[in-house]
């Protein structure tokens, strides 16, 4: 297979990120008391194991009929309602020298794990050239992402991660500074699209194609025409067998 360059740094970067990953999660399971933490780190561990894989295979060549998993087909829809928000007498917090986990850490370890992976695969997806890569780094976003806010929503009902927020008005005044877009401004920028789409022809599969097409546009908002016209081959990136999603 051919990668760039850039591609095959940023993926060892990630490979290395998601062994990371996987090793810390080994720990966590054991070390983990809570029954729901723990079942939450096996669910996150068999996750990073299955992108793991379908990462380091792809890469060594093995892609047959590959199509990239989509992770996050399952989740459930959550809403502000399970967020307890605000301050309740937060313990004091400080680094420890005992070598052993308790829940706190190991829940907080997990959030800036999960963090960190999903800004690292974000920014990794913007690097590639390869679309199935591409959908690979950006369904590993999207997991860790998911398994973050899991991870949140653990803490948050344990009170290990509280939310405090600004006084109502004034949340009410920050966001009211800002307006909604003008209808004219709406109406303007779809009549400018639409008249884009109408200007360009159907883009055709691999053949030749003949077109014409006038416009009027000039400098100065001057009436003109423009006559374009094309007979050239086409390839269409798009089509049936181009790339796989």
Not at 80 to 90: A, D, E, I
Not at 94 to 121: Q, V
């Amino acid at each position: 297979m051919k990668l760039g360059a850039h591609e095959t740094i940023e993926m060892h970067e990630i490979l290395m990120e998601k062994m990371n990953t996987i090793s810390h999660l080994n720990l966590y399971a054991k070390e983990a008391r809570n029954p729901q933490l723990k079942e939450m780190v096996m669910r996150h561990r068999q996750d990073a194991i299955a992108s793991y894989n379908e990462l380091v295979n792809y890469m060594q060549g093995n892609q047959g009929q590959f199509r990239p998993m989509a992770f996050g087909a399952g989740w459930q829809r959550m809403d502000s309602g399970q967020v307890r928000y605000g301050l309740r007498n937060p313990s004091p917090q400080a680094p420890e020298s005992d070598a052993s986990f308790d829940d706190r850490e190991i829940a907080a370890a997990m959030l800036i794990c999960h963090k960190n992976g999903a800004r690292n695969a974000t920014w990794a997806s913007l690097e590639c050239a390869d679309p199935n890569l591409r959908r690979m780094m950006m369904n590993s976003a999207e997991a860790c992402s998911q398994h973050a806010y899991e991870t949140f929503l653990f803490m948050n009902g344990q009170g290990m991660y509280q939310v405090p927020t600004l006084q109502e008005e004034t949340t009410r005044n920050f966001m009211q500074s800002y307006q909604p877009a003008s209808q004219n401004m709406m109406m303007q920028a779809g009549a400018a699209s639409g008249a884009m789409a109408a200007f360009q022809p159907a883009a055709p599969t691999t053949g030749t194609a003949s077109f014409t097409g006038t416009a009027s546009f000039t400098p100065g908002g001057q009436p003109g025409t423009v006559g374009h016209s094309v007979n050239q081959p086409i390839s269409n990136p798009y089509q049936a067998g181009s790339f796989r999603q």
